[in-house]
């Protein structure tokens, strides 16, 4: 095969796997049944958990720019929008390579990420290790590029090793951790190596070489990323999930190989729970889906999980606009409905405190799920799962239907129709004492909703439990 081909197939590859830093995902019906009985025990225990706390963080929250991707000059239309300092693309990679050196979060405080998280309803982490910049958050060996590095002022704080102390303060908790890890590693000389055809002064998503061509070169990236992996399996305590980025790092078509099965398999031995999401790639180690900025149109009746920003962006963004808290239950309520779970992005600023505009939203967020969190968590898919103005679960013989209101401004009406045939025996309120009156109709019931329960102002949801006879 010739280079010219390969670099179709690769460009062809990498253009299919995401647009725009947004990744597509796998189809259900390419997915993968693990044989494995501990990783499908594993995934039921996945599927019960509902809510995750995604954190993207690393230098480049210090300029309030997209991550890694303007490093990409195939990507550049999309990813400098924000560098208005800077026009020599050169120049700029120089600057983005040098945040290791003014990245000082002083005022990072795992403990109340952590206690912040529990207390509003997420039950697990994920935590960016290494975005496609390289630049490591916990203390490898493999590189100098680190947080506790010498060159970055943090490397002396008591918290300088920030992976272990985020680990640590959420297991704490009680939260499960997933750690967030990507295949591709710009800084590297081993994936964007100098001199090489693939010019570093013309950067794109995978490595300026051809690994077929340069297989000594690529064994080197290959052990370097397997020894990184390893680090983080066996030296960071219990890690629940092996959550992997830059899908166009695969062996099919781009003939990035890097041979994930034997590094996956090796951690299983001491962390026999682990679970891997190898995104978009499919095969044995995608054990579960991650749409990205999206929900699936329909139900699936396989293990996924959406990430999506409670803000513009993964990466955190100087007076940024999140999402009002009433469209995040809204978004919760579609993809649990559908049979997902949700991973809300949330992006810490430069100096290790989360945002107050993010705070407010969270805790809105948990108080709502601790009237509401057993139509949640722990639920299944039920038909006719989401309607758009309606959320459909089931847990044992209980069916919950989410009535949602678009507005504080909407009308709430004294009955509901829930378009729901199976024989009930009661209806219920969540968050009310007491028995609901209801009729069967044609296509489902009408309900009665209390007179406590209609307000001026339209709530978020009013959750029915209907229990099955």
């Not at 900025?293 to 009746?301: H, V, Y």
Request: hydrophobic share 35%.
């Amino acid at each position: 095969m010739s280079d010219q081909t390969l670099d179709h197939l690769q460009e062809e590859t990498e253009e299919q796997v995401l647009h725009e830093g947004v990744h597509n995902f796998s189809s259900e019906r390419e997915y993968v049944r693990p044989s494995n009985p501990t990783t499908l025990e594993r995934l039921e225990w996945f599927k019960d958990q509902k809510l995750a706390l995604m954190m993207h963080w690393g230098p480049y929250s210090q300029i309030g720019v997209v991550e890694s991707w303007a490093l990409s000059d195939e990507d550049q239309d999309w990813s400098r929008e924000g560098i208005d300092w800077e026009t020599d693309g050169e120049a700029f990679k120089r600057q983005y390579f040098d945040l290791n050196k003014t990245f000082n979060p002083i005022r990072f405080q795992p403990e109340e990420w952590a206690e912040l998280a529990e207390e509003n309803g997420f039950k697990y982490l994920i935590f960016t290790t290494k975005h496609h910049d390289g630049f490591c958050m916990w203390d490898t060996k493999t590189t100098e590029y680190r947080i506790t590095g010498e060159q970055t002022p943090f490397h002396t704080h008591k918290y300088a090793d920030v992976c272990r102390h985020v680990f640590d303060a959420f297991r704490a908790k009680g939260l499960a951790i997933a750690a967030y890890f990507s295949k591709a590693d710009w800084h590297t000389p081993y994936y964007w190596a100098p001199d090489m055809e693939r010019s570093l002064t013309n950067t794109r998503r995978g490595p300026t070489y051809d690994p077929q061509q340069h297989p000594e070169l690529w064994n080197k990236f290959v052990n370097f990323t397997h020894e990184q992996i390893t680090e983080l399996l066996t030296e960071y305590g219990r890690i629940d999930v092996l959550w992997l980025d830059a899908g166009w790092v695969r062996p099919l078509r781009s003939g990035q190989d890097i041979r994930l099965g034997e590094v996956v398999e090796k951690a299983r031995e001491h962390q026999p729970w682990l679970l891997s999401a190898d995104r978009t790639v499919g095969g044995p180690y995608e054990n579960y889906v991650t749409p990205e900025q999206t929900i699936p149109s329909e139900a699936m009746n396989i293990p996924w999980e959406s990430n999506i920003t409670m803000g513009t962006s993964f990466s955190f963004r100087y007076e940024d606009n999140y999402k009002p808290t009433r469209q995040i239950v809204r978004i919760l309520l579609e993809v649990v409905a559908k049979g997902g779970n949700l991973a809300l992005n949330v992006a810490p600023q430069p100096d290790g405190r989360l945002p107050a505009g993010a705070i407010k939203r969270m805790k809105e967020l948990g108080a709502w799920l601790k009237v509401n969190g057993e139509a949640i968590y722990g639920t299944r898919i039920c038909a006719p799962y989401f309607t758009g103005s309606q959320a459909f679960t089931q847990k044992g013989d209980a069916v919950y239907c989410s009535c949602l209101y678009p507005s504080a401004d909407s009308e709430v009406s004294e009955t509901i129709f829930i378009p729901f045939n199976d024989s009930l025996e009661s209806v219920e309120l969540v968050g009310m004492e007491g028995k609901l009156s209801w009729t069967r109709e044609a296509d489902g019931i009408t309900v009665q909703l209390p007179a406590a329960a209609i307000s001026e102002n339209a709530p978020i949801a009013h959750v029915f439990r209907m229990q099955r006879k």
